[in-house]
């Protein structure tokens, strides 16, 4: 699926205050920059707080809230927090370069 400018620069806004992501214990986070920076440095126990066998609570927040499809799908079954933050990346530096930042 081509991305537009305009759908990459909705992936990559800020979300309404009321689909804020709750970290357990910690930020709250309103977009992918935010959600790719707590990743980067996240200690282990509450990564898996939200990303275990039962649910990824990261890609069910891209997918229901941000609607990237395609991010969602690539970090489901990501249980590998380096490796998460590493494909959230990527993904916004491609969203940037689609956005005109």
């Known amino acids: 699926m081509k991305i537009s400018r305009e759908l990459a620069q ?3 806004s800020d979300v309404p205050e009321q689909n ?5 214990n910690g930020p709250i986070l309103k977009n992918l920059c935010e959600l ?20 990824n609570d990261f890609s069910s927040w891209i997918l229901q809230i941000i609607g990237d499809e395609k991010l969602a ?29």
């Open 36 to 55: 790719a920076d707590f990743l980067r440095d996240v200690d282990d126990a509450t990564y898996e707080y939200h990303v275990n066998k039962e649910k």
């Open 20 to 24: 804020n992501f709750w970290v357990n």
């Open 73 to 101: 799908k690539d970090i489901f079954k990501n249980r590998n927090k380096e490796s998460t933050y590493r494909k959230i990346q990527a993904r916004i530096e491609l969203l940037t370069k689609l956005a005109n930042y």
């Open 10 to 12: 909705k992936f990559l």
